[in-house]
Every structure is written in structure tokens, then in C-alpha cells.
């Protein structure tokens, strides 16, 4: 009897916990968007949990009421019933409802997949700013060809205003992500992938590498601070003020491996970022990539 107790005590702990855990959203950043593709994700989460849970949790109720009956009784023979087993009826519920789940997940799958495409365009009336993105050994590098400006470990850009990552690597393969934002992407040498994302309201949202890239791959942290128009054109101003210019030899210096500092450059080479596309890819991929990313930028 104790031991049965125990358990339960456990159990119910488990729970309470469990609850709990679920309260704090403001510290499960992902739990807590702050952007347009950040909710729809956090919707296609909940969708999901709460469709799986239709299955778990019965099954678990079922899984610890069978323990708890069927559990050994000193002195008591265990009742003979050998047609007990089957039942056309619960046969078609424990069949029949994981396969509409299944089918409702496909098609939500399906849904959220092509509406969260990373490089589709947000449908938006203001016009989105470019930042160029580069994962570097073990740092991150972007630039803004637009306000022709570079940082370190840090972005800025103003909110409600579509934000068009461009991303590569001149590294080992990373992840760039922004969980409050939504996202995930990989970067990786020689392509140059996209992602679309917007900032709701102001904020500084926590940026990260997701993906293990060697030594100190967990410092490869940043900050995406998402402020009013104004403030991101005076912070550019400031920038082209007070920060020294991005130089091809600096940015040598820069993609040798380790870690830095928050930095901020006044001027970037021009084509830098297709250089470092096209620095691992063939003569003819490099050309397309190279002409591509003109044409964008025109």
C-alpha cells in the first residue's frame, strides 16, 4: 500500500511540475514570440501538442489503471477471462483515431510548411531591409549593403518592417536563429540561402548559432534589437560616424577563428558578401550566385 502511495506521490509531483513549467513563458523564449512567423510556428506547436495529446493521455490513463488493477494481490487468484481481448468497437476507436490525427497533422504539415517557406517574401506594405548574414569561426559577420554598414554579434533594425536575411558561411556549417522571431536556417559555404522575418514591437530578442561548429560554437551568440525607424537611422549614422571601415584585410584578420566582441564598421568592400559565396563554389555556380544576388540588390 505505501509503495502504491509512493508512486502516485511521484506522479502527481510529475504533474505539478509539469504545470507549472508551462506557466513561464517569458523564460521559454520560444514559447513567447515576438514576430509574424514566430506565432505561426508557436500555433503549429500548440496545434501539434494538443492533437498528440489525444492520443497520450488516454493511453497513459489506460497504462497506469491496468497497472493498478492488474497489479499482483498476495492470497487472490487472478480472474480467467480468455475472450477478453478483442472488441470490434475499441479496435475501431484505437485504430481509427491516431489515423484521423495522422491526416490532420499531414495537412496541417502541409499548410504551415509552404506558408512558412523561409525564403518567401512577408506581404507587407513597407519595404524590407537586407542584412547580409556570414557565420564565421566563431562570431557572426552581417552587413547592411543598403546603409553600407557591418557589425559584429549584433543587428539592429526597425520594427514592423520585413527584415531579408541573406546567409551563408565562411566556416563550418552553422544555424542562424532568432527564437523569438522564428526561424532556423542553416548557413552553409558556397549557397546562399534566405529568410524572411519581422519584429512586432521593439525589443532586443536573443540570436544564437543552433548548430555544433567546434570549440567555443556556444558563444556564438548575438543581439537583434528591433527599435522605431528613427532610432534605427540615427544608430546607422552613428555607426558611419564613429566605427572604423571593414577593409578586405580586416575582414581576413576577422574570419580567423575565435571569439568576439560586439563591433560595428562605417563602410564595407563592395561585393564582399558575393565573394565569400562564391569563395567555395564552382566557376559557373559562383557566376549564377554572383548575378543573382545583383539582380536582387538592383
Not at 43 to 49: F, G, H, R
Request: charged share 20%.
Amino acid at each position: 500500500m505505501m509503495k502504491g502511495l509512493r508512486r502516485l506521490t511521484a506522479v502527481l509531483s510529475l504533474i505539478a511540475m509539469t504545470i507549472l513549467m508551462t506557466g513561464c513563458t517569458e523564460k521559454m523564449i520560444v514559447l513567447n514570440p515576438k514576430g509574424e512567423i514566430g506565432k505561426h510556428q508557436l500555433d503549429l506547436i500548440v496545434i501539434s501538442t494538443v492533437l498528440c495529446l489525444v492520443v497520450i493521455v488516454p493511453v497513459l490513463i489506460l497504462t497506469f489503471y491496468l497497472v493498478w488493477k492488474y497489479r499482483h494481490k498476495p492470497g487472490k487468484d487472478a480472474k480467467y477471462d480468455p475472450t477478453w481481448e478483442h472488441s470490434t468497437k475499441l479496435e475501431a476507436i484505437w485504430w481509427g483515431v491516431p489515423i484521423v490525427i495522422i491526416a490532420i497533422l499531414g495537412f496541417i504539415t502541409i499548410r504551415y510548411t509552404y506558408m512558412l517557406e523561409p525564403s518567401k517574401p512577408l506581404k507587407h506594405e513597407a519595404k524590407p531591409i537586407v542584412i547580409q548574414v556570414t557565420s564565421l569561426d566563431w562570431k557572426w559577420l552581417f552587413q547592411y549593403p543598403e546603409q553600407d554598414i557591418a557589425t559584429v554579434n549584433y543587428i539592429e533594425f526597425p520594427e514592423n518592417v520585413p527584415v531579408e536575411f541573406r546567409l551563408t558561411s565562411d566556416a563550418p556549417m552553422n544555424s542562424f536563429w532568432i527564437p523569438q522571431l522564428g526561424g532556423q536556417i542553416y548557413t552553409m559555404s558556397g549557397m546562399a540561402m534566405k529568410l524572411h522575418l519581422i519584429a512586432d514591437e521593439p525589443g532586443s530578442y536573443m540570436g544564437m548559432g543552433a548548430n555544433f561548429s567546434g570549440r567555443d560554437f556556444g558563444k556564438m551568440q548575438f543581439i537583434a534589437k528591433a527599435t522605431s525607424q528613427e532610432e534605427f537611422d540615427q544608430w546607422v549614422e552613428e555607426v558611419k560616424k564613429s566605427s572604423p571601415a571593414l577593409t578586405t584585410e580586416g575582414y581576413e584578420q576577422l574570419a580567423e577563428p575565435g571569439v568576439s566582441e560586439v563591433q560595428t564598421f562605417s563602410s564595407i568592400p563592395e561585393g564582399l558578401f558575393e565573394r565569400i559565396v562564391t569563395k567555395y563554389g564552382g566557376h559557373n555556380h559562383g557566376s549564377k550566385e554572383t548575378e543573382n544576388a545583383s539582380n536582387q540588390e538592383d
